[in-house]
């Protein structure tokens, strides 16, 4: 398997696939994402019924499948409580691998994305292993190195019930040669124990996300005095780099926002993180004005260009293709 060392800084990931162009988290998205320039493609992992590793942002998958048009799964639908909210409708956990597998995916956010509904119906929800197939023929086919970043989702929860996504996970890459610290994955959570509980298992390269807002759910759970803010302290950041290899972080917490979408000074974020030996990877870029600050209405690649400038490692992106534009522009200034 190729390595880490592959890649020129800053990687491009593309967010759950190609998601500005296909409905995400299918493997038409990722594979778009590829041919658009992604060096990296992130699937959200949650499981099911039998214990399969799928890509969706949450278990409960009304809103990015077409499950509540199957009069069959009907009875099935249900109220849980996920991370400490309550939630309706159907939820992976209770279905089999071959029951989803007759859903098919819909674009998430059709009144942003209406021309992504023209692929609702078409695909099927992918499992890990199909986006890994995916992921090492397209490798072969572009002739450059494609890793994978997948995502624990809702880990706590999913040990609470019997359905843990670590150790799944980590079969998983190493039956398909995921090995040593130089691998191209790069394997995130937004929770703290799960990570440091993979750190034992596994030398394959961790992320700790974190979030503008908030505490790591295990946290809340296990009542840790510990927000994501305190977490990008320097201590807080040595803490990290103890068991995780990059942080993975809220755009805002590196250049905040007002209410107004107004830019302010940036932070010393990724200064701190890198003194820490920790990568920084910010998300979400997306181009669409409605999720750009005032800044860079109608141009996207401003934004770029300015967490470009302040030395991040990564970028999440729903457009790849921008992403990777910039990064060349960038390149052949320097
Ligand atoms: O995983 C980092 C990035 O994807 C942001 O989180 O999963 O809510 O989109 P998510
Ligand atoms: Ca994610």
Redesign the pocket.
Known sequence: MNTIAQFTAPIIIG??GASGYRPEHTLAAYELAIDLGADYI?P?LVITKDGVLIAR?ENEISETTDIAQHPEFAQRQTTKIIDGESKTGWFTEDFTLSELKTLRAKERIPQVRSQNTNYDGLFTIPTLQEIINLAQTKSIAVGRTIGI?P?T?HPTYFQSIGLPLEDTLLATLQANGYQGANAPIFI?S?EVSNLKYLATKTDLPL?Q?LNNTGKPYDFIVNNVDCSYADLTTKSGLQEIAEYAQAI?V?KNMIVPIDSNKKLHFPTSLVTDAHAASLLV?A??FRNEDFFLPLDFQGNPQKEYELFFSLGVDGV?SDFPDTANLVKLESSNLK
Do not use: A, P
């Open positions: 967010h759950r992130e959200d942002h970043y995502e989702k995130q937004f992320v996300l993975g809220h990877h998300w979400t999440f």
